[in-house]
């Protein structure tokens, strides 16, 4: 039997750092306009979920389909569920997106998928092989999660830390000694499994690092990965989109 498959972008229009985020304009086009086409170019199942009318017509200007949700979610996650029962999907994934990658790659959303190849597979997400030359200062970054995996590709353990832990050399020098990981922000699960994550409440290693999916991993849930090697920026600040109109104007030239 063939999969179904459902992207949902997750859009606020209220944000601590750059409130307007998903309206903003990248390239002479508002960036959940953009998302929303580099999503659609894998997936023919695409919807917006937020809590704006203003979200909602910028997607419907480019004739894309978008919901209203609650305002009051405490995560992207729960934002994608309640979107998922009020588009009335019958998808048997759900694919989260956030709303702020306007870079992001069909080729990373059909890895996703390819790991519900796997029947057992109950969430996936992607990572990344971080890159030495980039150094450890980059690597120590907070703001960048670190995770590890078993022999098959699950993920062990996310951390804003630096996991592994490389002993007998100076810190500074353990970006040559060990493969590291860095996760890539985008979730798929399964959509029985979805509905099954927005009841569990927060757990005591997601309140200590601040990572959602600690909550899954802490409760028995086993999360997929699949490395991707495309380059991906993220936009949280207004200084984030300036440096991706650069990187717009190189790949355009």
């Not at 304009?25 to 979920?49: F, N, P, W």
Request: proline residues 5%; contains cysteine; aromatic residues 10%.
């Amino acid at each position: 039997m063939n999969m179904r498959f459902i992207g949902i972008i997750p859009a606020r229009y209220g944000s601590s750092r750059f409130p307007g985020k998903p309206l903003a304009t990248l390239g002479g086009m508002k960036m959940i306009q953009r998302v929303y086409r580099q999503v659609s170019k894998a997936l023919d199942e695409v919807v917006v979920a937020t809590d704006d009318e203003r979200i909602v017509e910028a997607v419907e200007e480019i004739h894309g389909k978008a919901v209203m949700t609650s305002s009051t979610h405490r995560s992207g996650t729960d934002r994608c569920y309640e979107a998922y029962k009020n588009v009335g999907s019958n998808a048997d994934v759900v694919i989260n997106i956030q709303g702020d990658e306007p870079f992001i790659d069909p080729a990373q959303i059909e890895a996703l998928r390819a790991c519900f190849d796997k029947p057992e597979t109950q969430i996936a997400t992607l990572v990344r092989r971080f890159d030495p030359a980039r150094g450890f200062d980059a690597l120590f970054d907070a703001n960048t999660p670190k995770v590890v995996l078993d022999n098959n590709g699950r993920a062990l353990y996310f951390s804003r830390s630096i996991i592994p832990y490389v002993r007998d050399f100076k810190y500074t020098e353990w970006v040559n000694k060990a493969t590291f990981y860095t996760h890539v922000g985008i979730y798929a699960y399964r959509a029985e499994v979805l509905a099954q994550l927005v009841k569990m409440d927060r757990s005591p290693l997601e309140i200590a690092e601040s990572l959602e999916q600690l909550r899954w991993l802490q409760a028995g849930y086993h999360i997929q990965t699949a490395v991707t090697d495309c380059p991906t920026i993220g936009i949280d600040t207004p200084e984030d989109l300036a440096r991706a109109e650069e990187y717009l104007k190189s790949i355009e030239q």
